[in-house]
């Protein structure tokens, strides 16, 4: 009797460990989910953002050739896009050429600082086997001594 009760208790427990996983789980999902639409907004206004900053530079540009050209003037926004695209791709490659720079002094000096540990490791190595030695080497020598010691009859000190 008191087997099925414990069994059942035991059942329970575990059911009710599974269930608080489940509800642990479904949290986390519902949680990745919301965060998941607060960076899918976030994009949306910033791709917003950039589509009406386009349309003010485009009305500017606009209003530009309107002034040096008279009014009806077309603006060939083909060729400012080009011109536009031009530019960010060799400030992009510059950046990135930096960004690459910079990437690899920093590993080339983890590279130095590495080799610089490991050989102060490595000497530090050798520095404990020789102390190593040199701690067994006194004691065969105090061992040494102790057993002259133990094996030397006493004899009686001669007074003068």
């Excluded at 009760?5 to 269930?19: A, F, K, M, P, S």
């Excluded at 500017?60 to 536009?84: H, I, N, R, S």
Aim: glycine content about 4%; some cysteine.
């Amino acid at each position: 009797g008191s087997e099925a009760t414990l069994l059942t208790r035991q059942h329970l427990q575990q059911l009710e460990q599974r269930v608080a996983q489940a509800r642990e789980a479904q949290e986390l999902a519902a949680r990745r989910h919301r965060e998941g639409r607060a960076e899918r907004r976030a994009l949306t206004q910033q791709v917003e953002q950039l589509k009406m900053e386009l349309n003010s530079l485009q009305h500017t540009y606009q209003v530009t050739k309107e002034c040096k050209f008279g009014l009806g003037a077309e603006a060939d926004m083909g060729v400012v896009q080009d011109k536009l695209g031009t530019s960010l791709e060799l400030r992009w490659t510059g950046k990135v050429a930096s960004q690459m720079t910079r990437h690899d002094n920093t590993m080339s000096q983890l590279q130095a600082d590495i080799t610089g540990r490991r050989k102060e490791v490595q000497a530090l190595q050798k520095e404990e086997a020789a102390l190593a030695a040199h701690i067994l080497a006194l004691r065969q020598e105090k061992e040494h001594l102790l057993y002259h010691l133990s094996h030397t009859p006493t004899q009686p000190t001669p007074t003068v």
